[in-house]
């Protein structure tokens, strides 16, 4: 009997870690947001945006966010700064006209030994008020094999569910994509919770305002484009000076949408310059120092806690996934291309 009670437990202990991970059941799990590019990926590379270039460069703090949040990032006169440029696709070797989407991940390190990590999108909301809405518009959008099209039907069905995402939809199809890396902004999709020393919690969501004007590539322009030209101008772009982004706090007020990333706050609500970040060097994926940094956007320091956006909690498990993936394939010496190749001389 002791051996049937523990071979019974052994086996409900099983049973629950595969229904945890996704392997059972049609619960919606992170493995659910990756399907199979756990298994079948390139190794070694990101499962989205593995196209991608690392950076370095020192966040000066204005000081001006001091009083709203007690880390140590606002109140720092310089921070160090890694990060990473990436295109919204998740093959590593796309053409650069493949997406209109760039994005910058990011990691402060504060002399408290502190870290404060972040991912940032040109585009200034996200698609559905869930994570499980994401999934629903990729089906919905799905080509049918027959026709080559998404299913009319299946895309009015989605708009019925999600009437949110008409507005990403059509951001998406109109918005120019930039000729550069510097010129974009980047927008933080999800709102966090600024704490200061007297115990006032401030909702705020940020966004990267670059300092380079935008230009905007028409499709004619684009077409015309190397397949690399947005990486190959940003490498030539700081090789000849640094170039840099206002890191600007937006202030939410009573009753503006906290825990849906598919609204965005009024324009007017106000706005905090916390600091510039100057970028000085630009280096490979394969040996730069982003390569290997899981930019998961819930990590944050002491001072800033997480909303209870549901979206934001999806993208802790989906990184670390992701993340986790990526080092088994580069231990297991499977990621050689993408972690560069090793000179056996």
């Known amino acids: 009997m002791p051996v049937l009670a523990i071979a ?26 990756l399907g199979d590019s756990l298994d079948h990926f390139e190794p070694g590379y990101r499962r989205a945006h593995g196209k991608g270039i690392c950076f370095a460069g020192v966040f000066h703090s204005s000081k001006a966010a001091a009083t709203l949040s007690t880390a140590r990032v606002f109140a720092q006169d310089q921070v160090p700064a890694i990060g990473r440029f990436s295109i919204g696709t998740a093959d590593p070797h796309a053409a650069d006209t ?10 402060l390190s504060a002399d408290d030994q502190s870290q404060w990590r972040m991912k940032l999108n040109n585009a200034p909301y996200f698609p559905t008020r869930d994570a499980e809405g994401f999934l629903a518009q990729r089906s919905a959008f799905e080509p049918d094999p027959a026709t080559g099209q998404p299913d009319p039907a299946r895309v009015a069905a989605f708009f019925e569910k999600y009437p949110e995402a ?9 918005a120019p994509g930039p000729s550069s890396f510097a010129q974009a902004q980047y927008n933080v999709i999800n709102a966090f919770i600024l704490l200061a020393a007297d115990g006032k919690r401030q909702p705020v969501r940020w966004f990267m305002r670059p300092h380079a004007p935008f230009h905007g590539l028409s499709v004619e322009d684009r077409a015309r484009l190397g397949h690399d030209f947005l990486f190959d101008e940003i490498q030539q772009r700081v090789a000849q000076a640094p170039v840099y982004w206002d890191l600007v706090l937006q202030l939410a007020q009573a009753g503006d949408p906290v825990d849906d990333p598919s609204q965005p706050w009024p324009a007017e609500r106000q706005q905090v310059v916390a600091g510039t970040l100057e970028v000085t060097g630009i280096r490979d994926q394969a040996e730069g120092g982003c390569r290997d940094i899981n930019f998961d956007p819930t990590l944050v320091p002491s001072g800033i806690a997480l909303s209870n956006d549901p979206v934001l909690a999806a993208r802790a498990g989906i990184y670390s996934h992701s993340y986790n993936a990526r080092l088994r394939e580069i231990a297991f010496g499977k990621a050689t291309d993408a972690i560069g190749k090793k000179d056996d001389k």
């Open 166 to 174: 008409r507005k990403a939809v059509e951001y998406k199809a109109t």
């Open 98 to 107: 493949s997406t209109t989407t760039v994005s910058m991940a990011l990691l």
């Open 8 to 33: 019974s437990i052994v086996a409900a202990l099983a049973l629950s870690l595969a229904w945890a991970a996704g392997l059972l059941g049609g619960r919606t799990t992170t493995r659910t947001f």
